[in-house]
């Protein structure tokens, strides 16, 4: 599996709507449901931003941490179910784990 990050085909809504969630976190805003939700299963203080996308009708997740210097996008991906898939709590887990040793 390629370990890289790129934003997926969002829909120009979707898009301006993901940046500005983004831009809010930045900013030092604590986001809530339906905007934000915890991500235990990744890790402690690990939640994921939630954006529909009504042109491409494709529900987008971006998991995310808030450290004290960034807001690291851990991973951007379709979700397609209820439950996020193994293989994706696995991956984020992993990019989190490298990061944090440096």
């Not at 997926?8 to 983004?22: V, Y």
């Not at 939700?37 to 954006?51: A, S």
């Amino acid at each position: 599996m390629i370990d890289t990050l790129t934003t997926p085909p969002l829909g120009r809504i979707a898009r301006i709507e993901a940046g500005d969630l983004l831009r809010r976190l930045q900013r030092g805003e604590m986001l809530a449901m339906p905007a934000s939700r915890p991500m235990p299963r990744i890790g402690r203080g690990v939640p994921e931003l939630r954006v529909a996308d009504r042109e491409t009708k494709v529900d987008w997740r971006i998991v995310y941490r808030i450290d004290v210097d960034a807001i690291l996008v851990v991973h951007w991906f379709e979700k397609g179910s209820r439950i996020t898939p193994g293989r994706i709590v696995d991956l984020c887990k992993r990019r989190l784990e490298r990061y944090d040793r440096g």
